[in-house]
């Protein structure tokens, strides 16, 4: 397995979705110590002022925008060095080829799927924080993960703090996973209250500072459900051992359960930094500038089960997984598109889970055994749900 310790000079990295979210905060602790990382590639979609003076700071070998038409302003906001300037999807893949021995796999949605199979493929030790290349391939990702050799380290809070405390060596002593959800902003909101919430009020996270596309899904508790599916690809456990319980603070990130009894938890501030830096220093850890853990002055830690009335998205991630072959696919394409529309005032908060649920019914569940078959049923769903909101055939 490839180790982590910059030993033999510094660490060849490439930080895929470097304007996000997760990008921004990889960025951030590869900046607290420039002498350990040299980064070969940067990519983002469209930010090209923020992907461009990324480049400038960090000097990669290589920026790129998944947007074919900005290429040209990319390279002009790049003139002046010798930074290689790329666009398109493919120039996102080709880039996430160059040899590394670390990638960030930060994009978000079905989008980072071959990116960062782009990095798993060559051995690397890839840092996934783009759950939903796990929900929509999760067989065929863990496949080439096992032929090449790679190491998968999860960055997502919940699946970091499992495989803190996830005992490998005795995989048969485990009860289950108990992933904790922060309930998001509508935690306690009712159905009626819901269905008139807006996009700033969904984006509004209590704890977390995220992508917007994230954050609606934890408004939704969709977040969850494809955190579920994410954990089963990511643990040795049977589908039914991944358990959710609602825990506001968010200050105990997720437990597991073994057969005695006993509970093992990680706990920290709410703050990426902590999780990225444990993928990024794996398997030792890191210092981090995240405020520490003041129990004392948080008071009480309070948790409650799922509403799934209210919540019917967790549902359908469940059933989805349950039912195995496209269907979890099929569920990930059509939750972005709905939430795209969510944001873009088509739609309205309820619709989200109508939508994936009724994309869900009307399209037979196959099963998958090759990368084709996975961006078939992709475009399939996403034709499907966007034909429901065109027609506004959402049933109430
Ligand atoms: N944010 C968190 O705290 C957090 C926590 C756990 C897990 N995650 C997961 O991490 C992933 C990233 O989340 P985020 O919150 O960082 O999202 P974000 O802030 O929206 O950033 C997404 C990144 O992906 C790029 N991108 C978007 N669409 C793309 C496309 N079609 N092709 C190539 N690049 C594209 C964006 O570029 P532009 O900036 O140019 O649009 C940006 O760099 C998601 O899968 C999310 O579920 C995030």
């Known amino acids: 397995m490839a180790m982590t310790a910059p030993a033999n000079g510094p660490r060849r990295i490439t930080i895929l979705g470097s ?6 905060n990889t960025i951030d602790l590869v900046e607290r110590e420039p002498d350990n990382y040299c980064v070969e590639a940067l990519t983002a979609n469209r930010n090209v002022i ?3 003076e990324q480049a400038r700071r960090l000097r990669p070998r290589i920026a790129v925008v998944a947007d074919p038409t900005l290429y040209h302003a990319l390279r002009e906001a790049l003139s002046g060095t010798n930074i290689e300037a790329a666009a ?72 970091n703090a499992v495989f803190q405390v996830f005992d490998f060596e005795q995989r048969d002593r485990v009860a289950r996973i108990i992933l904790t959800a922060s309930g998001g902003p509508f935690r306690t909101r009712s159905l009626a209250e819901m269905r008139s919430m807006t996009p700033e009020q969904a984006v509004a996270h209590p704890n977390w500072r995220m992508g917007a596309k994230i954050s609606v899904d934890s408004a939704t508790l969709m977040n969850k459900g494809l955190e579920v599916i994410e954990a089963f690809y990511l643990f040795p456990v049977r589908k039914d051992q991944v358990d959710v319980i609602v ?10 359960e073994y057969i005695d009894g006993s509970v093992l938890a990680q706990l920290g501030t709410p703050d990426m930094r902590t999780p990225i830096a444990y993928a990024m220093g794996w398997p030792k850890r ?38 195995g072959g496209s269907a979890p696919t099929v569920l990930n394409a059509a939750n972005e598109v709905a939430v795209l529309a969510f944001l873009d005032r088509h739609i309205g908060f309820l619709d989200i889970a109508k939508i994936v649920g009724q994309t869900l019914e009307r399209i037979p569940r196959i099963e998958i055994d ?12 996403r034709a499907i749900a966007r034909e429901t909101i065109a027609r506004g055939r959402v049933i109430n």
Do not use: Y
Not at 373 to 378: G, K, L, P, R, Y
């Open 247 to 256: 825990h506001p603070q968010s200050v105990i990130h997720s437990m597991v």
């Open 88 to 159: 398109g999807e493919a120039a996102v893949v080709e880039a996430a080829t160059r040899p590394i021995d670390w990638m960030m796999a930060g994009i978000v949605g079905a989008a980072g799927l071959r990116p960062t199979l782009a990095g798993v493929r060559q051995g690397a030790i890839v840092a996934l924080a783009n759950k939903e290349t796990l929900v929509c391939a999760g067989e065929l990702v863990l496949r080439e993960v096992r032929a090449r050799g790679a190491t998968l380290l999860p960055v997502d809070s919940e699946h």
């Open 286 to 323: 890191i210092a981090t500038p995240s405020a520490r853990l003041d129990l004392a002055s948080i008071g009480a830690l309070t948790f409650e089960q799922p509403d799934l009335e209210r919540f019917p998205a967790l549902r359908l991630a469940r059933e989805a997984l349950d039912a």
């Open 370 to 381: 090759a990368l084709e078959m996975v961006a078939d049923v992709d475009r399939q769903a």
């Open 19 to 24: 304007t996000g979210s997760i990008g921004c």
């Open 50 to 52: 923020l992907l461009a």
